[in-house]
């Protein structure tokens, strides 16, 4: 049965799911070889799919060293279905390093629940995420869950209040006098980045739409599925699933506003809903459910896919 193959972390695990992934990168860079072309050399896709292989390890390290899951591979599985659903994001060199900087804050954020060093966890979190922010600005949203966590975590010292603030000066800085001496025109990328689009009116063809559908399905199941059940996970792990909430909402948030509106900007919105929906197929008891759910999801991204080739 297919939830089986994938029920444990193995060596074999990880490797077909990085095999798969792969595969699906090239297939799409092949199909649509005259647009990338046009914009990527072969340097550039090697690093896409470094950054690509990099993210899925590093989704991996963060659920296994923080516990949100069980000890299985679904949450990098998942991770890869919900990639293939929005192809379009294999080409968008902004995107992923933006999410892989929001990976590296949402690590330092969950590991705040251990309450060793909070104001450099608070610090290190911030200053990714602003990271993040210069590659798709929005992604600055994010700091909201940075003052989440010190709500739930860290909230008696008002130092910790004043670090996300530091952090913007710091890194807003840096940026200012770099792009001063190498690029000005990168000060101009930013402020352009700051304007806002809630009009969903981009699709190019019917299959975006329905991968759009599909997914939102999906992520009202799994994030409904999360509400209704947080209670009955372990305590000491509650409020990292409430977190797991939030940056799901924010990445949402992100996605309905930014300018240059398409599907693959709900890739921020991709590891929390790993999470959740991983905890909904491990907490199931009955197998054929967890068989459905699991099937359910792949033959929708595999099919939308291999559509919009």
């Given amino acids: 049965m297919i939830t089986s193959i994938f029920k444990k972390s193995t060596i074999i695990n990880y490797s077909l799911v990085v095999v798969l992934l792969l595969l699906f990168f090239f297939l799409y860079q092949s ?44 949450a990098i599985f998942l991770f890869f279905l919900f990639l293939i659903l ?31 060093s909070p104001k450099e966890k608070i610090f290190d979190a911030s200053i990714w995420i602003f990271i993040a922010s210069l590659f798709h600005f929005w992604c600055i949203l994010f700091i909201v869950l940075v003052y989440v966590s010190i709500i739930f975590h860290a909230s008696r010292d008002y130092r910790n ?4 603030f530091v952090a913007f000066f710091a890194t807003s800085v840096i940026f ?21 689009n809630f009009q969903l009116d981009y699709f190019t063809n019917n299959f975006q739409n329905l991968a759009l559908s599909f997914y939102a399905i999906i992520a009202v199941y799994f994030v409904f599925s999360m509400i209704f059940s947080i209670t009955n996970r372990p305590l000491i792990l509650q409020a990292s699933y409430k977190k797991m909430i939030f940056g799901f909402l924010i990445g949402v948030v992100v996605f309905l506003i930014s300018p240059e509106k ?35 999801v792949i033959v929708g991204s595999f099919f939308v896919f291999f559509a919009q080739l």
């Fill in 86 to 116: 929005f192809p379009s994001v294999f080409n968008n060199s902004s995107l992923l390093f933006a999410n892989f900087f929001l990976l590296l804050a949402i690590r330092r954020m969950i590991s705040l629940q251990t309450l060793k």
């Fill in 262 to 296: 398409d599907n693959s900007i709900l890739l921020f919105t991709f590891f929390p809903l790993a999470v959740m929906g991983t905890n909904n197929i491990e907490y199931a008891q009955n197998k054929i459910y967890q068989e459905i759910v699991l099937l359910s």
């Fill in 31 to 74: 199909s649509h070889s005259d647009a990338v072309k046009a914009t990527n050399s072969f340097s550039q896709n090697t690093l896409l799919a470094i950054l690509l292989v990099a993210s899925f390890f590093f989704v991996n390290f963060i659920v296994k060293k923080n516990g949100l899951t069980k000890n299985s591979s679904y």
């Fill in 161 to 164: 209040w004043l670090l996300p």
């Fill in 176 to 196: 200012v006098f770099v792009a001063l001496i190498f690029d000005p025109s990168w000060i101009g990328y930013i402020v352009k980045q700051t304007q806002t």
